[in-house]
């Protein structure tokens, strides 16, 4: 595997079921973020560890729990969503300190998710 | 609130012609700025970054910068169809607490006509 990647790609979920979204970073970078991406707004981040420490927490609802084990792995976990949370999802990682164009985010392919 | 405004498009250019994509951006202290292009169902893939007033060349991208009137854009030379996609501005900027983060604009989507 290389690069950033995201399981399930897909998710259908009731508002009462609990899931997971997986992210995994082969880049060996240091930080790494959730994103929102829906449709006609512009990508939402909603979390950021750096050094597997939270540093950012864009006021995202508690219904979003994220969890970073290890520098390279990043969950995000669901549960009584609602339907507005409809969305794609995105995970990024970068290295963070490394400065200039080492300091690009790069992106894994998404999960798209449709609560019901 | 930091913004970051592009035109939401769609803007058709015919094949081969030049596409021009501008953003602006309200925090003046940015220093780096990132241009994406994004696939109807994809995510995000860089295309360029640039740092310096003035401009950058990639292949058939330039990207140009003035700091000076907050602004940023992206120059696409000889247009293909393959270029069709939504473009993000991206700038990156100072959150606190020694932490960065990127604000993205809507985007443009670009349509190439063949």
Known sequence: ETGVTQTPRHLVMGMTNK????C???L?????YWYKQSAKKPLELMFVYNFKEQTENNS????????CPNSSHLFLHLHTLQPEDSALYLCASSQEGAGGPGETQYFGPG???LVL | QKEVEQNSGP???PEGAIASLNCTYSDRGSQSFFWYRQYSGKSPELIMFIYSNGDK????????LNKASQYVSLLIRDSQPSDSATYLCAVREYSGAGSY???FGKGTKLSVIP
């Open chain 1, 111 to 113: 999960t798209r998710l």
């Open chain 2, 101 to 103: 983060q990127l604000t």
């Open chain 1, 24 to 26: 995994e970073q082969h």
């Open chain 1, 60 to 67: 995202v609802p508690s219904r979003f729990s994220p969890e």
């Open chain 2, 57 to 64: 060349e990639d292949g058939r991208f330039t990207a140009q």
């Open chain 1, 28 to 32: 060996g970078h240091n930080a790494m």
């Open chain 2, 11 to 13: 803007l058709s250019v």
């Open chain 1, 19 to 22: 899931k997971s979204l997986k």
